[in-house]
C-alpha cells in the first residue's frame, strides 16, 4: 500500500506563491516518475509537472517558467513550487506515482486525495 498526502494549498492573490508537498509512505526512488496534475472545475484533470527517476522534468506550457517540481529523498517528498499564480491556476491539486519497474510497485500508479489552490482578488 502506498499513500501519497498533499498539503500547502490555500487561497492567493494572484501574483502570490504557494508551495505544495506530496509526502510518500515509502522510498520515493522506488517510483519511477512523480508529478503533479490538477482538476479544475468543469475540466478535465491535466498535468502540470513531472519528475522521472533520473532527474528530468517536463511542465505543461502554460506553468512553465513560474512552477518548479522538485524533490528531497531524505523525506520521501515531492514539490511544486508555484510563483506568480494566476486565476486560471485555480483547481485542486493532486499527487501522482507511479510505480518502478524494477519493484514490486511495477505497473501501478497511486494518486493522493488533493489540496485545494485558489487564485483570487
Not at 510518500?24 to 491535466?46: C, L, T, Y
Not at 509537472?49 to 523525506?75: C, E, H, M, Q
Request: hydrophobic share 25%; net charge positive; aromatic share 10%.
Amino acid at each position: 500500500q502506498v499513500d501519497l498526502v498533499e498539503s500547502g494549498g490555500g487561497s492567493v492573490q494572484p501574483g502570490g506563491s504557494l508551495r505544495l508537498s506530496c509526502a510518500a509512505s515509502r522510498d520515493i526512488f522506488d517510483f519511477s516518475n512523480m508529478g503533479w496534475h490538477r482538476q479544475a472545475p468543469g475540466k478535465q484533470r491535466e498535468l502540470v509537472a513531472d519528475l522521472k527517476d533520473g532527474g528530468s522534468t517536463n511542465y505543461a506550457p502554460s506553468v512553465k517558467g513560474r512552477f518548479t517540481i522538485s524533490r528531497d529523498k531524505s523525506k520521501n517528498t515531492l514539490y511544486l513550487q508555484m510563483n506568480g499564480l494566476k486565476p486560471e491556476d485555480t483547481a485542486v491539486y493532486y499527487c501522482n506515482a507511479r510505480g518502478s519497474y524494477y519493484t514490486e510497485l511495477r505497473g501501478r500508479e497511486y494518486w493522493g486525495q488533493g489540496t485545494q489552490v485558489t487564485v483570487s482578488s
